[in-house]
């Protein structure tokens, strides 16, 4: 039986090289490419073959602050590097795998599976709306009654107020999840800032209920990588259930840590508490105990979490309370200690 040369089988090499959907980059020992298949290429838009690996990086690549594992290119598209040595051969095997088509298959899918759900959340909110806003006119109607008196304006007027912000609060979850799964500008967003917007949003709802809200900040200089609105959001959302499940002159702490790279954000009140049952479903969209709101609040802290590389945990006992913990990833920050705390009173 013949053994096929050396040549030949080097022509097949190349030939099946070749015909690989995934770009292949080989590198000699000093760094400079020895060869290069068509998809590597067209990925990386030039010739390949003599130049410096580096140089090709320089001029091809565009890394991404939200990159992760993969890595951008120039053209917009993202690619996955798997690197590997040509041992007992001097040099290395670059393999690119392009993830653009992937990438945009899976925003597809998420995007039918939120169209889905948005079909099931008309249905659901159908009534949820209805009954805020049939209270709504009802108080609008009376504030136009001319025989009001000035405390009987002042208490309608506070209702119609009350009934406008559980509409808006509706619409903000229907947002926040119907975008949820979708790409959002990310950028270095101070824990500060969130802690101040978010601030913001609950003072009125904390005074209203005569819920005390306090934010103890144990990390100086703390950002992470994301989206300011998604994350106020999704902390706000938090807060909000923790003040509607406490009683009048509770109090609710907002708690932030640091561990090595980690912000450990808690969420604790000492109101009714959540089922054994019940905590099995939370993060589930539309479920809720609540005769108002959607059912979207916990599903979308949950999607916004895992959208930042983040972690969400509750734990709770009926009568006595729930602590939710967030995790997320810290960028380029120090820790410090203070028992200083920085609480929203009720007036």
């Not at 916004?304 to 969400?312: L, R």
């Amino acid at each position: 039986m013949q053994t096929p040369s050396r040549e030949r089988v080097g022509v097949h090499v190349r030939s099946l090289v070749q015909a690989m959907p995934n770009g292949v980059v080989l590198l000699d020992a000093r760094g400079y490419v020895r060869e290069a298949n068509r998809e590597a290429i067209r990925l990386l838009e030039e010739p390949l073959e003599g130049e410096l690996w580096r140089a090709v990086i320089e001029r091809a690549f565009r890394p991404q602050a939200d990159d992760g594992h993969e890595v951008s290119l120039r053209s917009g598209r993202r690619v996955r590097l798997d690197i590997s040595s040509l041992a007992p051969e001097p040099g290395q095997l670059i393999v690119l795998t392009d993830l653009s088509e992937t990438r945009a298959l899976l925003e597809r899918i998420s995007h039918l599976q939120r169209l889905t759900a948005m079909g099931r959340m008309v249905a659901s909110l159908a009534h949820q709306v209805r009954t805020p806003l049939s209270a709504a006119l009802l108080y609008a109607e009376n504030l136009e009654r001319g025989d009001l008196s000035g405390p009987q304006q002042k208490r309608f007027a506070g209702r119609l107020t009350a009934r406008l912000k559980d509409l808006e609060q509706q619409v903000n979850d229907m947002l926040l999840y119907a975008k949820s799964g979708e790409q959002q500008p990310v950028s270095k967003v101070s824990l500060n800032d969130i802690l101040n917007s978010l601030k913001d949003q609950i003072e009125p709802l904390a005074e209203r209920e005569n819920v005390t809200v306090c934010i103890e900040n144990n990390v100086e200089h703390g950002s992470v990588l994301g989206n300011l609105n998604a994350l106020t959001g999704a902390l706000q959302n938090l807060v909000i259930n923790a003040i509607q499940a406490s009683k009048a002159g509770d109090r609710v702490l907002v708690q932030l840590e640091q561990q090595k790279d980690t912000l450990y954000v808690q969420v604790k009140d000492t109101g009714t508490g959540i089922s054994k049952s019940d905590l099995e479903q939370v993060f589930m969209p539309f479920f809720t105990r609540k005769s108002h709101g959607t059912g979207l609040g916990l599903a979308v802290v949950k999607t916004v979490m895992k959208a930042h590389q983040g972690h969400i945990e509750v734990e709770s006992k009926e009568g006595e309370g729930t602590r939710f913990t967030i995790q997320l990833p810290l960028a380029n920050s120090s820790a410090f200690h203070s028992d200083q705390e920085v609480c929203y009173e009720s007036s």
